[in-house]
Protein backbone atom coordinates (compact mmCIF):
# COMPACT_ATOMS: atom_id res chain seq x y z
CA UNK A 1 0.00 0.00 0.00
CA UNK A 2 1.79 3.21 -1.10
CA UNK A 3 -0.86 5.82 1.27
CA UNK A 4 -2.11 5.56 4.97
CA UNK A 5 -5.62 5.40 5.61
CA UNK A 6 -6.58 6.93 8.51
CA UNK A 7 -9.52 5.09 10.09
CA UNK A 8 -10.19 1.59 11.68
CA UNK A 9 -9.39 -2.23 9.79
CA UNK A 10 -12.91 -3.34 8.15
CA UNK A 11 -12.15 -6.93 7.57
CA UNK A 12 -15.71 -7.82 6.62
CA UNK A 13 -16.09 -5.11 3.63
CA UNK A 14 -18.15 -5.96 1.37
CA UNK A 15 -15.47 -7.25 -1.64
CA UNK A 16 -15.07 -9.01 -4.69
CA UNK A 17 -11.68 -9.01 -6.80
CA UNK A 18 -11.44 -7.12 -10.06
CA UNK A 19 -13.49 -9.36 -12.73
CA UNK A 20 -10.61 -10.57 -15.70
CA UNK A 21 -11.02 -7.74 -18.33
CA UNK A 22 -12.02 -4.81 -16.30
CA UNK A 23 -10.17 -1.97 -17.34
CA UNK A 24 -11.99 0.98 -14.98
CA UNK A 25 -10.07 2.17 -12.12
CA UNK A 26 -12.63 0.56 -10.06
CA UNK A 27 -15.15 -2.41 -10.57
CA UNK A 28 -18.92 -3.07 -10.33
CA UNK A 29 -20.39 -5.94 -8.54
CA UNK A 30 -21.80 -8.38 -10.94
CA UNK A 31 -24.39 -8.86 -8.41
CA UNK A 32 -25.79 -5.60 -8.78
CA UNK A 33 -28.17 -4.05 -8.23
CA UNK A 34 -27.65 -5.46 -4.63
CA UNK A 35 -30.76 -3.74 -3.53
CA UNK A 36 -33.76 -4.23 -5.38
CA UNK A 37 -36.35 -1.61 -5.99
CA UNK A 38 -39.36 -3.27 -4.40
CA UNK A 39 -37.00 -5.02 -1.64
CA UNK A 40 -40.07 -3.37 0.58
CA UNK A 41 -43.79 -3.90 -0.18
CA UNK A 42 -43.72 -0.06 -0.54
CA UNK A 43 -40.89 1.10 -1.90
CA UNK A 44 -40.95 2.43 -5.71
CA UNK A 45 -37.19 2.75 -5.82
CA UNK A 46 -34.48 2.36 -2.88
CA UNK A 47 -31.41 3.90 -4.54
CA UNK A 48 -28.92 6.83 -3.06
CA UNK A 49 -28.40 5.38 0.18
CA UNK A 50 -25.67 5.80 3.26
CA UNK A 51 -24.41 2.96 4.98
CA UNK A 52 -21.64 2.58 8.12
CA UNK A 53 -20.00 -0.40 9.89
CA UNK A 54 -21.77 -0.70 13.06
CA UNK A 55 -21.57 -3.26 15.84
CA UNK A 56 -19.20 -5.54 14.24
CA UNK A 57 -21.71 -5.39 11.30
CA UNK A 58 -23.42 -2.37 9.10
CA UNK A 59 -26.04 -0.56 9.46
CA UNK A 60 -27.56 2.42 7.23
CA UNK A 61 -29.90 5.16 5.89
CA UNK A 62 -31.86 4.14 3.04
CA UNK A 63 -33.64 6.57 0.63
CA UNK A 64 -36.79 4.49 -0.32
CA UNK A 65 -39.61 6.25 -2.75
CA UNK A 66 -43.11 4.80 -1.75
CA UNK A 67 -45.58 3.93 -4.27
CA UNK A 68 -47.18 7.09 -3.69
CA UNK A 69 -44.28 8.43 -4.54
CA UNK A 70 -43.04 10.38 -1.53
CA UNK A 71 -39.58 10.24 -0.89
CA UNK A 72 -38.87 8.87 2.74
CA UNK A 73 -35.70 7.64 4.75
CA UNK A 74 -35.61 4.41 6.35
CA UNK A 75 -33.39 2.81 8.79
CA UNK A 76 -31.68 -0.83 8.11
CA UNK A 77 -29.17 -2.97 9.00
CA UNK A 78 -27.24 -6.08 7.39
CA UNK A 79 -24.89 -8.39 8.21
CA UNK A 80 -22.53 -8.26 4.76
CA UNK A 81 -23.15 -5.14 3.73
CA UNK A 82 -24.63 -6.70 0.62
CA UNK A 83 -28.13 -7.95 2.12
CA UNK A 84 -30.25 -5.55 3.46
CA UNK A 85 -33.16 -5.91 6.20
CA UNK A 86 -34.77 -2.10 5.67
CA UNK A 87 -37.51 -1.31 7.75
CA UNK A 88 -40.94 -1.19 6.41
CA UNK A 89 -41.46 2.23 8.23
CA UNK A 90 -39.69 5.52 7.69
CA UNK A 91 -37.61 7.09 10.55
CA UNK A 92 -39.82 9.45 12.99
CA UNK A 93 -37.37 11.91 13.95
CA UNK A 94 -37.67 13.12 17.58
CA UNK A 95 -37.59 17.03 17.96
CA UNK A 96 -38.09 19.28 20.48
CA UNK A 97 -38.96 22.27 18.09
CA UNK A 98 -42.64 21.61 15.91
CA UNK A 99 -40.92 24.09 13.37
CA UNK A 100 -37.80 21.98 12.88
CA UNK A 101 -40.33 18.78 13.22
CA UNK A 102 -42.43 19.33 10.84
CA UNK A 103 -41.87 16.55 7.94
CA UNK A 104 -42.27 17.70 4.31
CA UNK A 105 -39.47 14.70 2.27
CA UNK A 106 -36.93 13.44 2.88
CA UNK A 107 -34.26 12.21 0.43
CA UNK A 108 -30.66 11.38 -0.38
CA UNK A 109 -29.13 10.43 3.32
CA UNK A 110 -25.55 10.39 3.98
CA UNK A 111 -24.11 9.03 7.54
CA UNK A 112 -21.01 10.07 9.32
CA UNK A 113 -19.61 8.89 12.89
CA UNK A 114 -18.63 11.44 14.69
CA UNK A 115 -16.71 11.05 18.36
CA UNK A 116 -19.35 9.12 20.27
CA UNK A 117 -22.67 9.17 17.32
CA UNK A 118 -23.86 8.56 13.71
CA UNK A 119 -24.91 12.37 12.15
CA UNK A 120 -27.55 11.76 9.49
CA UNK A 121 -27.33 14.45 6.96
CA UNK A 122 -30.32 14.34 4.22
CA UNK A 123 -32.07 16.74 1.79
CA UNK A 124 -34.92 18.37 3.65
CA UNK A 125 -38.01 19.83 2.99
CA UNK A 126 -38.30 23.09 4.34
CA UNK A 127 -39.79 25.73 2.43
CA UNK A 128 -37.66 23.97 -0.33
CA UNK A 129 -34.85 21.47 -0.40
CA UNK A 130 -32.05 22.42 2.33
CA UNK A 131 -29.50 19.74 4.53
CA UNK A 132 -31.53 18.57 7.41
CA UNK A 133 -29.43 17.43 10.29
CA UNK A 134 -30.11 14.33 13.34
CA UNK A 135 -27.91 12.44 14.77
CA UNK A 136 -28.77 8.41 16.32
CA UNK A 137 -27.12 6.33 18.50
CA UNK A 138 -28.75 3.03 17.60
CA UNK A 139 -30.23 3.56 14.17
CA UNK A 140 -33.43 3.08 16.06
CA UNK A 141 -34.25 6.53 17.37
CA UNK A 142 -33.10 9.71 15.46
CA UNK A 143 -32.71 12.69 16.97
CA UNK A 144 -33.35 15.86 14.39
CA UNK A 145 -31.56 19.12 14.74
CA UNK A 146 -31.31 22.56 13.05
CA UNK A 147 -31.51 22.58 9.59
CA UNK A 148 -27.74 23.54 8.63
CA UNK A 149 -28.30 25.95 5.78
CA UNK A 150 -31.02 28.43 4.30
CA UNK A 151 -33.21 26.70 1.37
CA UNK A 152 -32.04 26.18 -1.03
CA UNK A 153 -29.48 23.48 -0.73
CA UNK A 154 -28.86 19.52 -1.52
CA UNK A 155 -25.41 17.01 -0.83
CA UNK A 156 -24.70 18.30 2.64
CA UNK A 157 -21.84 15.73 3.69
CA UNK A 158 -20.23 15.88 6.80
CA UNK A 159 -16.01 15.34 7.58
CA UNK A 160 -15.89 12.76 10.16
CA UNK A 161 -14.46 14.77 12.70
CA UNK A 162 -13.84 18.19 13.60
CA UNK A 163 -11.51 20.68 11.46
CA UNK A 164 -9.34 23.20 13.59
CA UNK A 165 -11.96 22.30 16.44
CA UNK A 166 -15.29 23.19 14.24
CA UNK A 167 -17.80 20.55 12.66
CA UNK A 168 -17.37 20.62 8.91
CA UNK A 169 -19.96 20.15 5.86
CA UNK A 170 -19.40 20.00 2.10
CA UNK A 171 -22.84 21.38 0.75
CA UNK A 172 -24.37 22.53 -2.74
CA UNK A 173 -26.65 25.76 -3.00
CA UNK A 174 -29.40 24.47 -5.37
CA UNK A 175 -32.56 25.73 -6.52
CA UNK A 176 -36.28 24.53 -5.83
CA UNK A 177 -35.98 22.33 -9.33
CA UNK A 178 -33.74 20.13 -10.65
CA UNK A 179 -30.62 22.92 -10.66
CA UNK A 180 -28.54 23.29 -14.06
CA UNK A 181 -26.02 24.66 -11.59
CA UNK A 182 -23.97 24.03 -8.85
CA UNK A 183 -20.39 24.26 -6.84
CA UNK A 184 -19.87 22.83 -3.94
CA UNK A 185 -18.85 24.85 -0.85
CA UNK A 186 -17.65 24.09 3.08
CA UNK A 187 -19.08 25.37 5.96
CA UNK A 188 -17.90 24.81 9.56
CA UNK A 189 -20.17 24.50 12.89
CA UNK A 190 -18.94 24.95 16.59
CA UNK A 191 -21.97 23.44 17.73
CA UNK A 192 -24.21 21.24 15.28
CA UNK A 193 -26.94 24.20 15.25
CA UNK A 194 -25.20 27.49 13.96
CA UNK A 195 -23.10 27.01 10.88
CA UNK A 196 -20.39 29.68 8.77
CA UNK A 197 -17.21 30.85 7.97
CA UNK A 198 -18.61 29.67 3.73
CA UNK A 199 -15.89 28.96 1.70
CA UNK A 200 -16.05 27.83 -2.05
CA UNK A 201 -14.65 24.65 -2.73
CA UNK A 202 -14.75 23.23 -6.24
CA UNK A 203 -16.99 24.03 -9.12
CA UNK A 204 -17.62 22.18 -12.70
CA UNK A 205 -14.78 21.77 -14.75
CA UNK A 206 -14.08 19.03 -16.82
CA UNK A 207 -16.96 17.77 -19.71
CA UNK A 208 -18.47 14.96 -17.51
CA UNK A 209 -19.26 17.04 -14.82
CA UNK A 210 -19.84 20.94 -16.78
CA UNK A 211 -23.56 21.05 -15.36
CA UNK A 212 -23.08 20.80 -11.72
CA UNK A 213 -21.43 18.78 -8.83
CA UNK A 214 -22.24 17.53 -5.68
CA UNK A 215 -20.52 15.32 -2.62
CA UNK A 216 -21.29 11.71 -2.59
CA UNK A 217 -19.79 9.91 0.44
CA UNK A 218 -18.63 10.97 3.59
CA UNK A 219 -14.72 12.15 2.97
CA UNK A 220 -12.15 10.02 3.92
CA UNK A 221 -8.91 10.91 5.37
CA UNK A 222 -5.44 9.40 3.99
CA UNK A 223 -2.19 10.41 4.20
CA UNK A 224 -2.49 12.60 0.64
CA UNK A 225 -5.06 14.71 1.43
CA UNK A 226 -9.16 13.98 1.93
CA UNK A 227 -10.79 11.89 -0.76
CA UNK A 228 -13.54 13.48 -1.74
CA UNK A 229 -15.78 10.87 -4.25
CA UNK A 230 -18.34 13.73 -5.87
CA UNK A 231 -21.16 13.31 -8.60
CA UNK A 232 -20.89 15.39 -11.53
CA UNK A 233 -23.59 15.82 -14.56
CA UNK A 234 -23.30 16.66 -17.58
CA UNK A 235 -26.20 18.26 -20.11
CA UNK A 236 -26.86 15.76 -23.17
CA UNK A 237 -29.53 16.35 -25.54
CA UNK A 238 -31.46 14.00 -23.81
CA UNK A 239 -31.04 15.66 -20.80
CA UNK A 240 -29.06 14.70 -17.81
CA UNK A 241 -25.88 12.25 -17.42
CA UNK A 242 -24.85 12.03 -13.80
CA UNK A 243 -21.20 9.99 -13.41
CA UNK A 244 -19.49 10.16 -10.61
CA UNK A 245 -15.54 11.22 -9.80
CA UNK A 246 -12.83 12.23 -7.11
CA UNK A 247 -10.35 14.94 -5.63
CA UNK A 248 -8.19 15.41 -3.08
CA UNK A 249 -8.41 18.03 -0.65
CA UNK A 250 -6.28 19.69 1.66
CA UNK A 251 -6.59 18.18 5.44
CA UNK A 252 -6.49 21.43 7.34
CA UNK A 253 -8.15 23.72 4.74
CA UNK A 254 -10.26 21.14 2.75
CA UNK A 255 -11.70 24.10 0.48
CA UNK A 256 -8.34 23.69 -1.27
CA UNK A 257 -8.21 21.22 -3.95
CA UNK A 258 -5.04 19.57 -4.18
CA UNK A 259 -5.77 17.54 -7.09
CA UNK A 260 -8.85 17.07 -8.78
CA UNK A 261 -9.28 14.10 -11.55
CA UNK A 262 -9.90 14.88 -15.17
CA UNK A 263 -11.74 11.44 -16.07
CA UNK A 264 -14.61 10.11 -14.04
CA UNK A 265 -14.60 6.64 -12.25
CA UNK A 266 -17.76 5.84 -12.98
CA UNK A 267 -20.29 6.64 -15.53
CA UNK A 268 -23.91 4.68 -16.41
CA UNK A 269 -23.12 2.33 -18.90
CA UNK A 270 -25.01 -0.73 -17.36
CA UNK A 271 -28.98 -1.76 -18.09
CA UNK A 272 -29.72 -0.81 -14.62
CA UNK A 273 -28.07 2.51 -14.31
CA UNK A 274 -29.14 3.49 -17.40
CA UNK A 275 -32.64 2.17 -17.13
CA UNK A 276 -35.43 3.08 -14.82
CA UNK A 277 -37.12 6.14 -13.17
CA UNK A 278 -34.38 8.43 -13.94
CA UNK A 279 -32.46 7.17 -16.68
CA UNK A 280 -28.48 7.88 -16.88
CA UNK A 281 -27.67 8.17 -13.10
CA UNK A 282 -25.04 6.57 -10.80
CA UNK A 283 -25.15 8.69 -7.77
CA UNK A 284 -22.66 7.77 -4.68
CA UNK A 285 -24.08 8.40 -1.03
CA UNK A 286 -21.72 5.98 0.85
CA UNK A 287 -18.27 4.39 1.06
CA UNK A 288 -16.63 2.06 2.93
CA UNK A 289 -12.89 1.61 3.32
CA UNK A 290 -10.64 -0.58 4.92
CA UNK A 291 -7.75 0.59 6.45
CA UNK A 292 -5.43 -2.31 6.50
CA UNK A 293 -5.52 -3.40 2.81
CA UNK A 294 -6.80 0.09 1.38
CA UNK A 295 -9.94 -1.58 0.13
CA UNK A 296 -12.66 0.48 -0.60
CA UNK A 297 -16.47 -0.69 -1.53
CA UNK A 298 -18.93 2.37 -2.36
CA UNK A 299 -22.85 2.47 -2.61
CA UNK A 300 -24.65 4.11 -5.52
CA UNK A 301 -28.21 4.62 -6.46
CA UNK A 302 -28.32 3.42 -10.06
CA UNK A 303 -31.51 5.45 -12.26
CA UNK A 304 -33.28 6.55 -9.37
CA UNK A 305 -34.08 2.74 -8.82
CA UNK A 306 -31.95 0.56 -7.18
CA UNK A 307 -28.96 0.32 -5.54
CA UNK A 308 -25.56 -0.37 -6.82
CA UNK A 309 -21.87 -1.37 -5.37
CA UNK A 310 -18.40 -0.61 -6.74
CA UNK A 311 -14.91 -2.04 -5.70
CA UNK A 312 -11.52 -0.61 -5.70
CA UNK A 313 -8.58 0.29 -4.00
CA UNK A 314 -8.07 3.95 -2.44
CA UNK A 315 -4.39 3.69 -3.77
CA UNK A 316 -5.57 3.48 -7.31
CA UNK A 317 -8.36 6.31 -6.90
CA UNK A 318 -5.99 8.83 -5.42
CA UNK A 319 -3.12 7.98 -8.24
CA UNK A 320 -6.03 8.24 -10.50
CA UNK A 321 -6.51 11.63 -9.59
CA UNK A 322 -2.67 12.34 -9.59
CA UNK A 323 -2.22 11.35 -13.33
CA UNK A 324 -5.33 12.47 -14.77
CA UNK A 325 -5.38 16.30 -13.49
C1 LIG B 1 -30.88 15.09 -8.09
C2 LIG B 1 -31.41 14.45 -6.83
C3 LIG B 1 -31.00 13.00 -6.76
C4 LIG B 1 -31.28 12.26 -8.05
C5 LIG B 1 -30.79 13.04 -9.24
C6 LIG B 1 -31.17 12.42 -10.55
O1 LIG B 1 -31.33 16.40 -8.22
O2 LIG B 1 -32.82 14.52 -6.82
O3 LIG B 1 -31.73 12.38 -5.75
O4 LIG B 1 -30.61 11.02 -8.04
O5 LIG B 1 -31.31 14.35 -9.20
O6 LIG B 1 -32.57 12.38 -10.69
Known amino acids: MKYQIKGSALRNIPWEDRPEG ?3 VIWRSPHNPIIPRDLLPTSNSIFNSAVVPYEGAYAGVFRCDNTNREMRIHSGRSK ?3 HWDIDEKPITFQCDDPEIGL ?51 RNGVMFPRKINGKFA ?6 DTGHTPF ?11 VYWGKHRHVMGRRHAWESTKIGAGPVPIETS ?5 IYHGVLTSCNGYVYSFGAALLDLDEPWKVLARGKAYLLSPQKQYELMGDVPNVTFPCAALVDSDTNRIAIYYGAADTSTAI ?16
Not at 119 to 146: M, R, S
Not at 182 to 192: K, Q, R, V, W
Open 22 to 24: EKG
Open 80 to 82: DGI
Open 103 to 153: FQYAYDPRVCFIEDRYYVTWCNGYHGPTIGVAYTHDFKTFHQLENAFLPYN
Open 169 to 174: MLSRPS
Open 182 to 192: GDIFYSESPDM
Open 224 to 228: EGWLL
Open 310 to 325: AYGYVDDIIDHIRNNC
